[in-house]
Structure formats: C-alpha cells, structure tokens
C-alpha cells in the first residue's frame, strides 16, 4: 500500500519529523554538488513541505521554485514558509512546469522518487528537469541510499535487514518523531544503476553518486545519536550536467 502524499494529514506528519541527519551532511552537501553558489534561480522539484527551499535561503541569495504534485504539502509549505523568494507551483498530471526551456540555473530533488514505483513516471521527470534548466546547469538528487538497507540508522530503518529489494519493490521507511513516535512510510527501492541510466536517458552527462557520511569534525544537535552515520552513508547524492 503506498503512501498517499495528497492527505493533508500525512503532509503534516511529514513536517514534524526532524531533518537533523539532513542538515548536518545531507541538504550542504546536496546544495554544493548542485552548484547553488553559482546560481541565482532553483528549481526544487518535490518541494514538499518547502523545508529545503527555506534551507537554501538560509545560505545561498537566490530565489527558489518550489514545486510539488501534492496540494496538501504545497497548502503546508504555504502556511509555514512566506518567504517572497519562494514560489510555489503544482505540478500537473503529465509531471510537467509552467516553466521555458532552458530557465533555471539549477535543480534539486530530495527524497522524491524513492515515493514513485512507476519507472516511466520517474523518466518522464528527469527528462522535465533536463527540458527546463540552462545548458550546463546541474540537477542534483538526494536519496535514500539503496545499499542501505536493514542498517540501524538514528532516523530509523530502510526495510528488513538481510533481505534483497528488487527494482521499484515496495519497502518500509520509519521515520522518528518527537515524543519517541514514528511514522512509517512505504517507498520503493530503486537501485543505484537504474537512477543514473535515467539521467543518461533524459540526455544528462557527468553522471556521478557522492555518499555523504556524518563528517569527523561534526560536533552539532545530534551527535551522540548518529555513530552509524559517520561509516555508513544513509544517503545517495545523484549528479548530472546538461
């Protein structure tokens, strides 16, 4: 059963949950490897929620658009992140931007396409990011990293430890909440090779992965919980130049 991202409960659920493995070495890295500084507009396909837009805010002067398939998430990023440099956009049926060709000077995409298990719909985006960014632009994608499974991360566990996941195969993602909750959540398994085949479908070059760690040198919220994070990469970082 996959997880239904238009409920407006499971948007704000989805807000409660408390980036801080992203905001120590996932979100920097992702905006380095994208060529935020470089850029003056961004497309962050997948927005959610907006958090990563107001991150990008935060240390980079540029202005953000904020898109996502989901009304409820937009309806929670809206209500929370005002900031006039964000414009939020829905993204139609077809995957398709109210966007020209060729217009943003780069893209991000965080922990989307580990929630499509249709492999066409997955292409069809890639392909809208390639379509809508400069020529020589990057388009960066942060992920759940697939060779993670079963590992006992703070955040939680990526499915059930020794077992195999095929190609876009449903599997449990519990995310940790204040107060000791969690919410679970059903993604689906996409394996490192089938990410970076799509970006050379859609035409992109310079296809590469970075496997961010928790760096030695991090001494911030969280620290006594994230040992696993310092030799274990929770997350893929797909790169790709147009």
């Known amino acids: 059963m996959s997880t239904d991202w238009n409920l407006i409960e499971v948007a704000e659920s989805y807000e409660d949950y408390e980036p801080v493995r992203e905001r120590a070495f996932g979100w920097p890295v992702l905006f380095e490897q994208a060529g935020l500084a470089r850029s003056r507009t961004v497309l962050d396909y997948g927005a959610g929620t907006g958090r990563v837009a107001e991150e990008i805010l935060r240390s980079h002067d540029v202005s953000v ?6 009304p409820s998430m937009l309806k929670v990023a809206q209500r929370k992140r005002q900031d006039p440099r964000i414009t939020y956009q829905l993204i139609g049926a077809d995957q398709r931007l109210e966007l020209p060709d060729g217009e943003i000077d780069a893209a991000i995409s965080t922990f989307v396409f580990v929630c499509i298990p249709d492999t066409e719909v997955v292409q069809t985006i890639v392909s809208e990011v390639y379509r809508v960014l400069r020529p020589g632009a990057t388009y960066a994608m942060l992920d759940v990293n697939p060779d993670s499974v079963g590992v006992p991360f703070d955040i939680g566990r990526y499915g059930e430890p ?7 195969e449903a599997i449990e993602m519990r995310l940790a909440r204040p107060g000791g909750e969690s919410v679970s959540l059903v993604d689906y398994h996409w394996p490192k090779d089938v990410h ?7 035409g992109f070059r310079e296809v590469g992965v970075v496997e961010p760690t928790l760096p030695a040198e991090y001494d911030g919220p969280g620290l006594d919980r994230m040992p696993v ?3 274990s990469p929770p997350y893929v970082i797909y790169t790709a130049v147009k």
């Open 65 to 70: 658009i904020a898109a996502d398939r989901s």
């Open 162 to 168: 020794g077992r195999k996941y095929e190609a876009g």
């Open 196 to 202: 970076l085949g799509r970006l050379r479908t859609a």
């Open 229 to 231: 994070e310092r030799t």
